[in-house]
C-alpha cells in the first residue's frame, strides 16, 4: 500500500483546512487508517484514526470536537477536516495505516509522505 497526503498550508488562528490522504492498493477491512503530526524537536502524535470497515472513529483530546476524519470508500481516500485551527496545530501532518486501534506512530506500517500545516497566530 502506498498513501500520499496533501492539503496542508498556511492558515490563520481559527481558519480551516482540509487534509487528504489517498491510498493506492487494496485496503482490507481489518486496517485503521490514522493521521498523526509532528512538530519540529516532537515525536510524532496521534490526531485522528478510522476504521477501514466501519465508521468507528477515534481523536486525541487535542483535537477532539475541532477535527473531524472521514472516508471515500470507493475513492480509497481517507481526509481530515480541522476546524478552530490553533498555532499549537502546526505540525507536518502525515497518514498511516495499522492492523489494529493504536495512538502509538511505531504501530503504524504504511506512511505518506508527510504535508505541512502552518497556523499563524
Known amino acids: 500500500v502506498q498513501l500520499q497526503a496533501s492539503g496542508g498550508g498556511l492558515v490563520q488562528a481559527g481558519g480551516s483546512l482540509t487534509l487528504a490522504c489517498a491510498a493506492s492498493g487494496r485496503l482490507y477491512s481489518s486496517y485503521l487508517v490514522g493521521w498523526f503530526r509532528q512538530a519540529p524537536g516532537k515525536e510524532r502524535e496521534f490526531v485522528a484514526a478510522?476504521?477501514?470497515?466501519?465508521?468507528?472513529?477515534y481523536y486525541a483530546d487535542s483535537v477532539k470536537g475541532r477535527f473531524t476524519i472521514s472516508k471515500d470508500k470507493p475513492k480509497n481516500m481517507v481526509y481530515l477536516q480541522m476546524n478552530s485551527l490553533k498555532p499549537e496545530d502546526t505540525a507536518v501532518y502525515y497518514c498511516?495505516?495499522?492492523?489494529?486501534?493504536?495512538?502509538?506512530?511505531?504501530?503504524?506500517?504504511?506512511w505518506g509522505q508527510g504535508t505541512l500545516v502552518t497556523v499563524s497566530s
Open positions: 498511516g495505516i495499522s492492523f489494529a486501534y493504536d495512538t502509538d506512530y511505531r504501530a503504524y506500517k504504511w
Open positions: 478510522t476504521r477501514w470497515s466501519d465508521s468507528r472513529s
